[in-house]
């Protein structure tokens, strides 16, 4: 325990004393190839003009080859290895994506998914707006949303976790420690293996990402509802809107845009969920979704790199369309800049 302390200080140390040290580095050699100091004056205004064309791109620099590195180079390997066999040395077209779409374990996914996506980011965003609305107007409203937000600070394995114990089961005659099954039996309802009870078993672990991510939803909208104008709220007071109407009506309209943009936000994270399905079921009693199927094929039963690719390929254009259109109303919320 005390390595992996020292090891995680030490790699924090010289990150961050890495990037001081470029950045200062990077400022004396501009000084030095484009001095300002004891030089003509018009000479001095030309090289500030260059040090300040040159300066962005030393500093974003670093950050566009490290993407380029680890985000696009994956991108295009992952796409050719979808197109090659189990050991990702021989070409087999499209054969990995005639599979996937003839794979029962597959097209269930896709069904989980599917549901995933009409449960979760409707759920977020709902009891986030909710709670948002609840809490903007009471004394104890921040320490509300502080607890709230709290769980966003969770790992997923972390809360599946804390959520496996709320859920556990114990045989019969035991004393039953998770929590949801010893209220059932306090009022003399029969325990049950939750995580086990396919198709409900679904629900059960989207709980735990709701509850993880209805934080986030709460502090976009709460900031949304913060920018509306009160002249509008006064006016609908003083038409006769009851407080149902005022929210429906002239808050929600107001803010849809960032509404859309924190749907399609946890949209995109549910697509991409993997580590609460693996932790709570690893994809037993029809549970799997395609992020845990794509690393079951890549990692696992000796590993196939062809059809592992090709889940994932297919889990990122699922994705693709959602992120361009988030990233456009995002534009539009703030104008373009």
Known sequence: ?????????????????????YFWGANKLLDLVFPSRGVSGTAAVDNLRRQGLVRPWLFVGPAMIILTIYLIYPVIETLRLS??????????????????????DFRNSILNNVLWLAVVPAACTFLGLIIAVLTDKIWWGTIAKSLIFLPLAISFVGASVIWKFIYEYRGEGQVQIGLLNAI?????????????????????????????????????????????????????????????????????PQIWGTIAVVWTTITILVLKVFDIVLTMTNGQWNSQVLANLMFDWMFRGGGDFGRGATI??????????????????????????
């Open 1 to 21: 325990m005390a390595a992996q302390i020292f090891s995680a200080i030490f790699v924090i140390i010289i990150g961050v004393g890495g990037c001081v040290a």
């Open 83 to 104: 197109f090659l066999d189990r050991g990702g040395t021989n070409f087999v077209g499209l054969a990995n994506y005639e599979w996937a779409l003839g794979d029962h």
């Open 184 to 252: 059932i039996q306090y009022f003399g309802g029969q325990p049950q293996v939750w995580i086990s009870l396919p198709f409900w078993n679904n629900f059960f672990l989207m709980i735990i990402l709701i509850w993880i991510q209805t934080g986030f939803a709460m502090v976009i909208l709460s900031s949304a509802l913060r920018g509306i104008p009160e002249e509008t709220l006064e006016a609908a007071v003083i038409d006769g809107a009851n407080p149902f109407q005022i929210f429906w009506k002239i808050m929600v």
């Open 312 to 337: 994932a390929i297919i889990i990122m254009i699922a994705v693709i369309p959602i992120m361009v259109w988030n990233i456009r109303q995002a534009n539009k919320e703030t104008g373009g800049h």
